[in-house]
């Protein structure tokens, strides 16, 4: 009797001991290899695997009492994938909370307007916090990666500030970015002005990307995209130089000549009539809105002033003038 007794109270003050220990542990502040600390926890991981992986990184326990920890609580099989970032004076037990919350930290890339598809892959590949599973793919492959039905990728990718948990891969941001175009795009087509002269959105977003690079100030935006509805509906060839340059593509040097406006290409709205037949940029909401929303006006003509606005002409002998004027004004 005297030995059951004396075992029990070994087994009691054990029990209290490892509680006191296991409380210890779980509100101690953990050391860290750096401040802050940055690791990663990949999809399919066990509690066990995870307590590894975070002791390798950096974090300072053994990966059992960390794993025991877990089980103990009953969030061994609650941890959550993805990139996380912790500070001096975390402990255990917040750890544990962060884990199971999915408290990822997050990276972010900006997608700007007028950008084309060749620098949005290459502000991609420069982003150090993605996967990139994009490179060695043609632009072809990369359509098909996202699912995307369309051909070409120009103009097909919203321009936006995109977050995502760090290691991401770069696919899934062109995902979300061309679901993001459909969204828009699909929305602003059904609440189009009926007399604009596209047969389809993709139309509308070939002149929303020419509106994007042609409007130097917001309050222009509407009545640069009059004016080239009026020149289609008219049969007016659009003479935009951003669509010569996107067809001179890398070769363009920075100047636009009388030779690139007379050499045939499927871009040059000089010498063919109607759309080119890509968009030639990343178009914003606000150049979709006024594609599909021109203010009803005259213009057939604009001409820039050389502080970021343009003149607008109903005419060509009004627009000789304006050209004339802001030339001279220019020096030219």
């Known amino acids: 009797m005297r030995f059951f007794k004396r075992l029990f109270s070994l087994v009691f003050l054990g029990g209290v001991g490892f509680c006191g220990w296991m409380a210890w542990f779980a509100t101690a502040p953990l050391p860290l290899a750096a401040n802050p600390l940055e690791f990663g926890i990949q999809p399919g991981m066990t509690l066990r695997a995870a307590s590894r992986q975070m002791a390798h990184d950096g974090l300072g326990f053994a990966p059992w009492q960390f794993t025991l920890l877990g089980r103990l609580l009953g969030r061994a099989a609650d941890i959550k994938a993805g990139s996380y970032e912790i500070s001096q004076g975390t402990t255990p037990l917040q750890l544990l909370d962060k884990l199971t919350r999915g408290d990822v930290t997050q990276a972010e890339i900006v997608f700007v307007e007028g950008k084309t598809f060749r620098q949005i892959r290459a502000a991609l590949d420069a982003q150090p916090d993605l996967s990139h599973d994009s490179r060695g793919l043609s632009d072809g492959e990369v359509l098909k990666r996202i699912g995307a039905s369309e051909a070409y990728p120009e103009g097909l990718f919203f321009p936006d500030t995109y977050l995502f948990d760090k290691q991401s891969s770069d696919l899934h941001i062109l995902r979300r970015a061309y679901l993001a175009m459909q969204a828009r795009l699909a929305a602003e087509w059904r609440g189009r002005d009926q007399t604009v002269p596209y047969a389809t959105p993709y139309e509308a977003l070939i002149m929303a990307s020419i509106v994007e690079k042609?409007?130097?100030?917001?309050?222009?935006?509407?009545?640069?995209?009059?004016?080239?509805?009026?020149?289609?509906?008219?049969?007016?060839?659009?003479?935009?130089?951003p669509t010569v340059i996107y067809g001179i593509g890398e070769k363009f040097d920075g100047n636009i000549r009388k030779n690139d406006l007379t050499t045939d290409t499927p871009y040059n709205t000089y010498t063919r009539a109607g759309l080119p037949p890509t968009p030639?940029?990343?178009?914003?909401?606000?150049?979709?809105?006024?594609?599909?929303?021109?203010?009803?006006?005259?213009?057939?003509?604009?001409?820039?002033?050389?502080?970021?606005?343009?003149?607008?002409?109903?005419?060509?002998?009004?627009?000789?003038?304006?050209?004339?004027?802001?030339?001279?004004?220019?020096?030219?």
């Open 214 to 241: 042609e409007t130097g100030q917001p309050a222009d935006r509407g009545k640069v995209a009059a004016v080239f509805a009026n020149r289609l509906k008219k049969g007016m060839p659009l003479q935009t130089d």
């Open 280 to 332: 030639i940029a990343l178009p914003g909401l606000a150049s979709i809105q006024a594609a599909l929303h021109p203010p009803a006006n005259d213009f057939y003509y604009f001409v820039a002033r050389g502080d970021g606005s343009s003149e607008f002409s109903r005419n060509l002998d009004e627009h000789n003038r304006a050209v004339a004027k802001y030339q001279k004004r220019r020096g030219g």
